[in-house]
Structures are given as structure tokens and as C-alpha cells.
């Protein structure tokens, strides 16, 4: 049943939510919609708190990592983390408390989707697929989506579509799914690719990416018959928006229980 999935998003070792599509190398492209006084530790004990599992941390870019373990610390087993993951810091990250790692960008080389560096993810993780998330952030290109790496601002070869999801799903436990021409913005959801994934996935999905209103959860749960979840971040309250209310959404997910 489709629920809603905190984060945690990290730039620059501060809690931030981000205009997904800004996120370029170049500091004056960066648009920022809120950065938060509080630590990443803070926002984990708040999850930890009130039941919301399935959580992912995001270090978007470098001099994140003291932040990140500060929250899967917070909340040992139960955050995923993401963002500079590769073979050889997975299975470290699981030792310092993360419940899964979340890889995108060391999957394709040259913008290539390679099956031998996701082998090797999952070998450095013992073979534990439970453990590991795909993340298939993607951007639209032309009438379908292209997954995007590096801070979102390439485009790799592959198409998101049934037989990329299928490809994929024997090696991981879940996907995680920004859509990043619509992070951040609060514009709305896209409403195609969340009924896309309810068709082409079988196992757990969550979807972020212009989530603006509480209603955004129900209209998530119809498109998708309760097979995605969905992320909220710029809009809640917890992270400076007003559209949103934080204690709503988890009396959301406890009323779909």
C-alpha cells in the first residue's frame, strides 16, 4: 500500500532541499529551497520517533559523509543511504548503520549501464540483495525517461521502461526514482511515470519528485494502485514549506495500515 517516504537530503554537510535540475558544479546555478539549522540527526530521531522506515539519505555531492553517518547513526538498520556509493564503500556504509545503500552514478561509466559494476556492488555486499536499492533517477527525453547521473545532470543510455526494470530487479530490493525535472519545484508530480512504474515494477518503488499537497499521497495511491510510494520534501513543514504538514503525513500512513 502506497505510503510516505522521509528524507534526508544533504549538500554541502547541511540538511537542504534543492531545485533538483540546478544541481551543476557551478555553486551560482544552485537553487535552494530551504537549508535547515538543525543536524542530519535531528531529522533520523524525528523518523525513528514516529515509525516512518524506509527513509533514504542523499549526499548530494562532497563533504556530506561526518552528516550522513550522524543520521543512519540516528536510526541504526532502518535509513538507506545514497549519493558516492560504490563496491568499495557499500558494505561500510552498512556497518555504520545503514539499512541498504542506494548506487546510481557507479553503475554507468561513460554514461554506459554497466551489469558487471552491479555485480560487484552486490558481491561487495555479500550477495545480499536486501540490502541494496537502485536508483533510476530519471529525466524526460522526448515521450520517455532517460536515467540521469551525476547530480542529475547526465543523461545515460538507458531508457526507464519495462525491460530496464526487469533487467534490474534480481539484483536489488528496491528502486528509488527522482524525477528530477520536477524535484524540487512543487509543481506537481508526474503522474505518467508514476503509473508507468506501478505497471513495469514488482517489487518496492518510491517515487519523489513535485510532491505539493497531501492529496498528492491519495492521487499516488489511484495512479499507482497503492504500488509506489511517494516522497515529499520542499513542500513539508519540517523543511520550511507550507503546503505540507509533517504530522499529516504520518497519520496518512498509519490510517493505511
Same mark, same amino acid.
Given at each position: 500500500?502506497?505510503?510516505?517516504?522521509?528524507?534526508?537530503?544533504?549538500?554541502? +554537510?547541511?540538511?537542504?532541499?534543492?531545485?533538483?535540475?540546478?544541481?551543476?558544479?557551478?555553486?551560482?546555478?544552485?537553487?535552494?529551497?530551504?537549508?535547515?539549522?538543525?543536524? @542530519?540527526?535531528?531529522? @533520523?530521531?524525528?523518523?525513528?520517533?514516529?515509525?516512518?522506515?524506509? +527513509?533514504?539519505?542523499?549526499?548530494?555531492?562532497? +563533504?556530506?559523509?561526518?552528516?550522513?553517518?550522524? @543520521?543512519?547513526?540516528?536510526?541504526?538498520?532502518?535509513?538507506?543511504?545514497?549519493?558516492?556509493?560504490?563496491?568499495?564503500?557499500?558494505?561500510?556504509?552498512?556497518?555504520?548503520?545503514?539499512?541498504?545503500?542506494?548506487?546510481?552514478?557507479?553503475?554507468?561509466?561513460?554514461?554506459?549501464?554497466?551489469?558487471?559494476r552491479l555485480q560487484s556492488v552486490l558481491s561487495a555486499?555479500?550477495?545480499?540483495?536486501?540490502?541494496?536499492?537502485?536508483?533510476?533517477?530519471?529525466?524526460?527525453?522526448?515521450?520517455?525517461?532517460?536515467?540521469?547521473?551525476?547530480?542529475?545532470?547526465?543523461?545515460?543510455?538507458?531508457?526507464?521502461?519495462?525491460?530496464? $526494470?526487469?533487467?534490474?530487479?534480481?539484483?536489488?530490493?528496491?528502486?528509488?526514482?527522482?524525477? @528530477?525535472?520536477?524535484?524540487?519545484?512543487?509543481?506537481?508530480?508526474?503522474?505518467?511515470?508514476?503509473?508507468?512504474?506501478?505497471?513495469?515494477?514488482?517489487?518496492?518503488?518510491?517515487?519523489?519528485?513535485?510532491?505539493?499537497?497531501?492529496?498528492?499521497?491519495?492521487?499516488?495511491?489511484?495512479?499507482?494502485?497503492?504500488?509506489?510510494?511517494?516522497?515529499? +520534501?520542499?513542500?513539508?513543514? $519540517?523543511?520550511?514549506?507550507?503546503?505540507?504538514?509533517?504530522?499529516?503525513?504520518?497519520?496518512?500512513?498509519?490510517?493505511?495500515?
Amino acid at each position: 500500500m502506497t505510503r510516505f517516504r522521509p528524507c534526508i537530503d544533504l549538500h554541502s +554537510g547541511q540538511v537542504k532541499q534543492i531545485v533538483g535540475g540546478t544541481l551543476t558544479t557551478a555553486s551560482s546555478d544552485l537553487k535552494t529551497n530551504y537549508v535547515s539549522k538543525l543536524p @542530519a540527526g535531528h531529522y @533520523a530521531k524525528l523518523y525513528k520517533e514516529n515509525g516512518l522506515t524506509g +527513509g533514504h539519505v542523499i549526499m548530494l555531492g562532497p +563533504g556530506n559523509e561526518d552528516a550522513a553517518k550522524e @543520521a543512519v547513526n540516528g536510526w541504526s538498520d532502518a535509513l538507506q543511504i545514497g549519493g558516492g556509493i560504490t563496491d568499495e564503500n557499500a558494505a561500510r556504509w552498512i556497518g555504520w548503520g545503514a539499512q541498504k545503500v542506494i548506487i546510481t552514478s557507479f553503475l554507468f561509466p561513460d554514461g554506459k549501464l554497466s551489469m558487471d559494476r552491479l555485480q560487484s556492488v552486490l558481491s561487495a555486499l555479500g550477495g545480499d540483495k536486501g540490502k541494496l536499492v537502485i536508483d533510476l533517477s530519471c529525466r524526460k527525453k522526448g515521450e520517455t525517461w532517460f536515467v540521469a547521473m551525476n547530480r542529475w545532470q547526465t543523461l545515460t543510455d538507458l531508457e526507464v521502461n519495462q525491460e530496464s $526494470i526487469k533487467l534490474l530487479e534480481p539484483y536489488c530490493s528496491e528502486f528509488l526514482i527522482h524525477a @528530477a525535472d520536477n524535484e524540487g519545484l512543487q509543481q506537481g508530480i508526474d503522474e505518467e511515470l508514476v503509473s508507468k512504474l506501478a505497471q513495469w515494477c514488482s517489487i518496492p518503488v518510491t517515487y519523489a519528485g513535485g510532491g505539493k499537497h497531501l492529496e498528492d499521497l491519495e492521487r499516488v495511491k489511484a495512479l499507482s494502485q497503492g504500488k509506489v510510494d511517494l516522497t515529499i +520534501g520542499s513542500a513539508l513543514d $519540517i523543511f520550511g514549506g507550507s503546503a505540507v504538514r509533517f504530522e499529516d503525513c504520518i497519520r496518512w500512513n498509519s490510517d493505511q495500515r
